[in-house]
Nanobody
Framework: VQLQASGGGLVQAGGSLRLSCAAS????????WGWFRQAPGKEREFVAA????????YYADSVKGRFTISRDNAKDTVPLQMNSLKPEDTAVYYC?????????????????WGQGTLVTVSS
């Protein structure tokens, strides 16, 4: 399984970005996805997750109300819409796939990881 994350870039505070992650090599329709991020000098942290059906979503408190995770099972992709971005959102963002139908907020419960895409929010 390969996961390819895209959509990162440089944006001013208050702006928006849309990340996407595409899976290849496996049908991921019945599995859950997560987005995580890692800022320089910090541990990787949970951002958002979605279960297999898309009916259950989970968010870190720091992004709740600003970020939206969704999924397109026909295309095996999972977008992350990020609005009202803040400088503290600056990080490398990673998508991850969990071989379980239920979403999770735990790094260790994910089985495959994308390569990461850099998001930089300027003040």
């Amino acid at each position: 399984v390969q996961l390819q994350a895209s959509g990162g870039g440089l944006v001013q505070a208050g702006g928006s970005l849309r990340l996407s992650c595409a899976a290849s090599g496996l049908s991921v329709m019945y599995y859950s996805w997560g987005w995580f991020r890692q800022a320089p000098g910090k541990e990787r942290e949970f951002v958002a997750a979605i279960n297999w059906s898309g009916m259950s979503t989970y968010y870190a408190d720091s992004v709740k109300g600003r970020f939206t995770i969704s999924r397109d099972n026909a295309k095996d992709t999972v977008p992350l819409q990020m609005n009202s971005l803040k400088p503290e959102d600056t990080a490398v963002y990673y998508c991850a796939l969990r071989l379980d139908s239920r979403g999770s907020m735990k790094v260790q419960e994910y089985d495959f990881w994308g390569q990461g895409t850099l998001v930089t929010v300027s003040s």
